[in-house]
């Protein structure tokens, strides 16, 4: 993506106010969470990888997610 501004002659299809509303929203969030994994690179280079008795094995993080989103999904007859 260009950081550069279009120029005059070229036009730009504006969005709707909802649209635009939607769009700021998703930068927000994108931004909040690009911070928040930062956050967690910097901690982790000020001071190291956390022990491994403090850490939840990725088998056990993939089930707990796997069924948030089974229970999201209407169950099917």
Do not use: C
């Not at 403090?54 to 229970?71: C, F, G, Q, Y």
């Amino acid at each position: 993506m260009s950081e550069q501004p279009a120029s005059a002659d070229t036009a730009r299809q504006q969005l709707q106010p909802a649209a635009a509303d939607a769009v700021r929203a998703y930068a927000a969030k994108t931004r909040e969470d690009a911070d928040q994994f930062a956050a967690v690179l910097e901690d982790i280079a000020t001071n190291g990888l956390p022990s491994v008795e403090d850490s939840t094995p990725w088998e056990e993080l993939r089930e707990t997610h796997l069924a948030r989103l089974a229970a999201q999904r209407p169950a099917v007859a």
